[in-house]
Structures are given as C-alpha cells and as structure tokens.
T-cell receptor
Framework: GAVVSQHPSWVICKSGTSVKIECRSLDFQATTMFWYRQFPKQSLMLMATSNEGSKATYEQGVEKDKFLINHASLTLSTLTVTSAHPEDSSFYIC????????????FGQGTRLTVV | QKEVEQNSGPLSVPEGAIASLNCTYSDRGSQSFFWYRQYSGKSPELIMSIYSNGDKEDGRFTAQLNKASQYVSLLIRDSQPSDSATYLCAVLLGGGADGLTFGKGTHLIIQP
C-alpha cells in the first residue's frame, strides 16, 4: 500500500508547551489528510480533515485553536497541540488517500504523546 | 449521529479455526466499509474494503456486507497466532473527502 510517514513516533512534553506532529505522504500527493486521536482501549476518533491550501475542517467538540493544522503542501500536513495538558495525552494518527475519489485510506505510524 | 458497533471481545479462537468478526452501522447512507487490523501500540493496517452486498475474498480473509441489515463481517480462515490483534470496522458515509467512522474494535486472540 501507499506509504504515509508520521514523525515523531513518540514525544513527552511538559504541561503548557506545544508539540508539532508531521504527517507526510512519501510516494503520492495527498490533497486531503485526516487526523485521528485514540485514547487507551478506545477507537479512533476523527479530529479534523486537512485540505491542502485551505483551512482544516474540525469535528464537533475539537478545539481548532488548540489543535492547529497546517497543510501547506500536497505531501505534508502538521498538527500542533498548543498549550498541552495531561488530558491531551493520547495516540495521534494521520491518514491520507492516494488520490481524489478513492476511498481506501492509509495510516501513518502514529505519535504517542505524553504530557507531564 | 454516525455509529459503528462491534463486540469488544476478547474473542478467543483456536489456531486453524475460522474467526468471525461482526460489525453493525447506523447510517443507511454509508457507502464504503473497511476492516483494519491494529496491533497494540501500532496504527491500523487496512485488510479489506467492501462496497457492495455479498462476499469479497482475499486470501484467508472474507468480508461480507449486507446493506439491508446494516451489517458487515470479516471471516479469517485458518487462523494463525499472528492474527491476534484488534480488528476495527470502519465506515465511510460519502466519498473520498470524508473521514472514517470507526467502531471500538474486537480484540481477537488466536490460541496456539
């Protein structure tokens, strides 16, 4: 399948600081990328849809000012968790589709965020 | 509200037997259906996609879709210990611009 690379794979940060997570499509151009969050023993919950060159679309209940998404190119989307708190500790995963109109999505490796 | 329901398990199956995983969804407008496998601490890996009623087979895996009953299933034949993982059912309402709605997953254990 297509390769989606996510970095870093894990990060520990202090409460109140910001953390940036990168998601790259390595062998294809992704006009749309998706950001999910997964708490322990829970399912993946869609946070936002990242569209290249335009503002991200956030799901209900997700604070857009806290979770900043930038999709400046067709191969890179970033998620910045601002002023992180312990309750933001989670597994963050991005995904992308290989081309417009396809429905199969491929996932990055995920980023384990721990806020202390 | 879109919902995808799965039995969380654990589902324990002897090695070599058939594992049967089930999923129901609430939105009749859903068009695409996926099964992902997720190992502990890892991201999901796509196993099967299915779009029309009936069965779709790929190696040891068979996905079954019944839109009238809003039901999707995954059969794993000749189960192997390496199949032990959490299996996530995911549903896509519209086209490629939408994100997926996931169930909570079924934890499958293949007993050697």
């Amino acid at each position: 399948g297509a390769v989606v690379s996510q970095h870093p794979s894990w990060v520990i940060c202090k409460s109140g600081t910001s953390v940036k997570i990168e998601c790259r499509s390595l062998d294809f151009q992704a006009t749309t990328m998706f950001w999910y969050r997964q708490f322990p023993k829970q399912s993946l919950m869609l946070m936002a849809t990242s569209n290249e060159g335009s503002k991200a679309t956030y799901e209900q209940g997700v604070e857009k000012d806290k979770f900043l998404i930038n999709h400046a190119s067709l191969t890179l989307s970033t998620l910045t968790v601002t002023s992180a708190h312990p309750e933001d500790s989670s597994f963050y995963i991005c995904s992308a589709r290989t081309r417009v109109g396809t429905t199969e999505a491929f996932f990055g490796q995920g980023t384990r965020l721990t806020v202390v | 509200q879109k919902e995808v329901e799965q039995n969380s398990g654990p589902l324990s199956v002897p090695e070599g037997a058939i594992a049967s995983l089930n999923c129901t969804y609430s939105d009749r407008g859903s068009q695409s259906f996926f099964w992902y496998r997720q190992y502990s601490g890892k991201s999901p890996e796509l196993i099967m996609s299915i779009y029309s009623n009936g069965d779709k087979e790929d190696g040891r895996f068979t996905a079954q879709l019944n839109k009238a009953s809003q039901y999707v299933s995954l059969l794993i034949r000749d189960s192997q210990p390496s199949d032990s993982a959490t299996y996530l059912c995911a549903v896509l309402l519209g086209g490629g611009a939408d994100g997926l709605t996931f169930g909570k997953g079924t934890h499958l254990i293949i007993q050697p």
